[in-house]
């Protein structure tokens, strides 16, 4: 496996993963913006309308029909959130061409089709083609409204607006039902050219071998595009209030939901990682052995970190009755961990836990895009081994110091209603 990246525009990154083992290639432009509230909706749909059809496949049928001849390659769009940044774009998957029964020229033609969507989107009269955006924006506030089926995620992102308010990471990618409904096809498409000027670019390409066409192709592209783009930062601590937030809703539901937030402003992220592991992130954890199974406390209590930001959540399902000694406990583990109460048992789960994970980069061409550009973001470029060793190298004494830097930030409770005699 070959790793290289080179800038070839204002902000423009390209990188290429060779790796003689994949029968695919794969292209993932990623466009990285601040967050913001206003925009999110219309960031969003601007991105989501971009590969359903473009300005030679006007329809989705005939997308799809070019696609399938194409030995059902595929092309999609993606929405998601890092701390304070909205990352979108688009990633185009394909087979080989020397893997063509008839010789045709898969990866020549995919490119144009990525090209096209990217830079020469379905467009009438300067807004997006009514059908195609129709659609888009449908899906869009279907998903809006799924979130609110799935409380756990509902709660989780109510904990997060209230932990970082004021902050761009308080909102969420896809805006609001309110926002996404007020979007037009127009406004879709200023924002699609606003995000092209500004974002900060980062281009993967994933392949066997390596084809100068594909940095030509994004180099040309970016070329014809009146670049300004904006100043981000990948890493953006937030601050701990002066005292803890407390919310609480009485919603339709069996299971109560609490979110608690943490804050900190430990910089050794190896240490945090490992002591989120050994906290709450696998099934052996001592959130899980302790508060689930030993004393049955919740239906589920789980730990994950947002490094970007300084942070990291603990959320349980839980019934009323309990809340108090859920959370009595949690914080208990906490404080444990805070002393050392944590074994060389525990610390080497971790790391298998991480190392089973790691073994899982580049089992795809995804896996490799994805990796790479979370290193990037990191500031350092290392392999999934080196990262490895990294997090065997870690001491239980670190792992004490990022535990004492913890300080709770927010709590959230998802209640049921009570029942009013």
């Not at 990866?107 to 195609?132: H, K, T, W, Y």
């Not at 092209?196 to 595009?225: N, Q, W």
Request: charged share 30%; with cysteine.
């Amino acid at each position: 496996m070959e790793y290289k990246r080179i800038e070839i525009g204002d902000s423009i990154g390209f990188s290429t993963v060779i790796d003689e083992k994949f029968k695919t290639s794969a292209l993932t432009v990623r466009l990285i913006t601040e967050l913001s509230g206003e925009t999110a909706s219309e960031d969003s749909l601007a991105m989501s309308v971009l590969t359903d059809t473009n300005s030679k496949y006007t329809t989705i049928a005939a997308m799809s029909e070019a696609l399938t001849e194409l030995y059902g390659s595929g092309i999609s769009s993606f929405v998601s959130k890092r701390g304070d940044l909205m990352i979108s774009g688009i990633s185009a998957s394909w087979l080989a061409s020397r893997y063509a029964i008839y010789g045709e020229d898969i990866q020549g033609s995919m490119l144009e089709i990525f090209s096209d969507c990217l830079f020469r989107p379905n467009v009438v009269n300067g807004e997006f083609e009514s059908e195609a955006f129709a659609i888009a924006k449908q899906e869009l506030l279907d998903r809006i409204d799924a979130e609110l089926n799935s409380k756990r995620d509902y709660a989780l992102a109510k904990a997060i607006e209230t932990a970082f308010k004021g902050e761009p990471a308080a909102n969420r990618c896809y805006g609001t039902r309110r926002t996404a409904e007020a979007v037009t096809s127009k406004g879709a498409y200023e924002a699609y050219k606003r995000i092209l000027s500004t974002a900060r670019v980062e281009i993967t390409f994933v392949s066997a071998e390596d084809d100068p066409s594909v940095e030509a192709m994004m180099r040309k592209g970016f070329a014809e595009i009146d670049r300004h783009p904006a100043d981000i930062s990948y890493m953006s601590l937030s601050p701990l209030k002066s005292e803890p937030a407390s919310v609480s809703k009485e919603f339709d539901v069996n299971q109560c939901k609490m979110v608690m937030v943490f804050k900190t402003d430990c910089t050794d992220v190896f240490a945090l990682r490992m002591f989120s592991t050994i906290l709450g992130e696998t099934p052996v954890s001592k959130l899980f052995r302790n508060v689930r199974e030993k004393l049955s406390l919740c239906y589920y209590c789980g730990c994950r970190k947002l490094i970007t930001k300084g942070a990291i959540i603990i959320d349980s399902g839980v019934e009323r009755e309990n809340i108090e000694k859920a959370r009595t406990e949690i914080l208990a583990q906490i404080a444990d961990m805070q002393k050392g109460d944590f074994t060389d048992e525990d610390m080497e789960n971790a790391c298998l836990a991480v190392e089973n994970s790691l073994d899982q980069v580049g089992d795809t061409t995804a896996s490799y895009s994805s990796w790479y550009f979370e290193r990037l973001c990191e500031g350092k470029i290392v392999t999934p081994e080196e990262m490895a060793a990294d997090f065997r190298s870690v001491t239980k004494e670190r792992i004490i110091e990022a535990a004492k830097s913890l300080k709770l930030d927010t709590e959230y409770l998802m209640l049921d209603r009570e029942v009013k005699e």
